[in-house]
């Protein structure tokens, strides 16, 4: 017979699953062909979050745009602009004990963004 | 005084940014702790979706789960997985003329999914 584990182990087990998933839209921003000053502000995320950082790499676009993407020990960071637009858009997926929501003050300031949208989603909820 | 672009050249340039984000949960997944599975399934997810990929990482974290980005000329695919939990998190984001919704039979068999959650965001439109 196979013994439940015990609620202790349940809970620690289901909270390491569990996730936020802000997706952000920045409008009417600056700097968004700049891939040095791009890479720049993804590592400003990380630190801001207070996570941690195991790869990025980023891409820039002839004749321009600039993708990113930064992977975490808690998930990841995307980037993708439009600089001829003035739109980017990200997300920002962490689980664990960082904070997400403290890229946003970075993104919008580091970019000079006239509007940022973010919609959050929870990940890995038990159904 | 500045012109107007002509209405073709707007929609043209709107078009571009325009993008579909599919937030992708699996449930009662196998096979996530294997990095080769995953990596070759990320990479049959671009084909499938007729994406053209620029750059792949995948990482083993210790004792288990996997996480990997695809960096796509058309945006991104990541995958974070939960072995234990039968669990993993993935984001496609496309833009242009890629089709991501031909990933979902290919995640839900290679990782033999009891449940694949879609939920599709438009991104880029404009406010």
Redesign the interface.
Known sequence: MVKAAPAEDRHD??A??E?V?L?I?L?GAEGLNDIDLIEATLRRCVEAAQATL??I?V?H?QPNGV?G?A???E??I?I?T?P??G?A?L?V?M?GKATPDACIPVLREAFKAQ?V?V?E?L??RV?
Do not use: E, Q, T
């Open positions: 087990h289901f390491v699953r996730g998933h997706i839209d409008h195991l790869h790499h891409h676009f993708s993407v992977v975490l020990a998930s990841h995307s993708h439009w001829d637009a739109y858009a997300d997926f689980c509007r949208d919609n989603i990940r890995g159904p």
